[in-house]
């Protein structure tokens, strides 16, 4: 089944404990990305990368760090979480780029900083 | 500030009422996309478009990109308790490859 999958779905931590969010796609996929969802805001890009080894910000990457070293493979780090950082996040795939092309997103994690 | 504004926020029906949610913007985007989201999953794509003026139909679902690709509409006739959920427009930018999302609408559909 074509699916991206983040792991976990749930996490509680505490201010300035380093954590990773892991995400895979099965699907091929030249374009990941990770997104923050909160209310009233919506969905805001934090980073994303067109292939392996090609990463870029996006709106909101302050406090994150993000890696592609595998095509299927694009976890998102923490170094030093903070309360602001409690958010709900996305992680997704496309074939290539945004130009038009479906994005498919991973099941979410919630995380909460305390 | 949204760079994608969708309205309204909020929107709570009567089954067999037709509703119109917008995503307005300054800005030109080379393809603006809809989603719907159920509590506890990702977003889901309910269609893309891609020219100005573009109008796409999904049963009972109407989408529309403006003729110069700064706003949106969906529209639902009919609505049933199953179109029950979040509708977030996203808007893929001119240059680079960003997809910027609008701040979405919650439409609960009562039967």
């Known amino acids: 089944e074509a699916q991206v999958t983040q792991n976990p779905r749930y996490l509680i931590t505490v201010t300035g404990k380093k954590l990773t969010v892991t995400c895979s796609q099965n699907?091929?996929?030249?374009?990941m990305s990770w997104y923050r969802q909160d209310p009233g805001l919506g969905l805001r890009q934090i980073y994303y990368?067109?292939?392996?080894?090609?990463?870029d910000k996006g709106d909101v990457p302050e406090g994150y760090k993000v890696s592609r070293k595998e095509k299927r493979n694009f976890p998102l780090i923490l170094e030093s979480p903070s309360p602001n950082q409690t958010s709900l996040y996305f992680c997704?795939?496309?074939?290539?780029?945004?130009?038009?092309?479906?994005?498919?997103f991973g099941p979410g994690t919630r995380l909460t900083v305390l | 500030t949204q760079l994608l504004e969708q309205s309204p926020q909020f929107l709570s029906i009567q089954e067999g009422e037709n509703l119109t949610v917008y995503c307005n913007s300054s800005?030109?985007?080379?393809?603006l996309q809809w989603y719907r989201q159920e509590p506890g999953e990702g977003p889901v794509l309910l269609v893309t478009?891609?020219?100005?003026?573009e109008v796409k139909k999904l049963k009972r679902l109407t989408f529309q990109f403006g003729d110069a690709r700064k706003d949106s509409s969906l529209h639902i006739t009919a609505a049933q308790p199953g179109d029950t959920g979040l509708y977030l427009c996203?808007?893929?930018?001119?240059?680079?490859?960003?997809?910027?999302f609008g701040a979405g609408t919650i439409l609960r559909v009562k039967s």
């Open positions: 800005s030109v985007f080379s393809s």
């Open positions: 997704a795939s496309s074939l290539s780029g945004t130009g038009g092309n479906e994005q498919f």
């Open positions: 990368s067109m292939n392996v080894e090609v990463t």
């Open positions: 699907m091929n996929h030249e374009y």
């Open positions: 996203a808007g893929g930018m001119e240059y680079g490859n960003k997809l910027v």
């Open positions: 478009v891609v020219t100005g003026g």
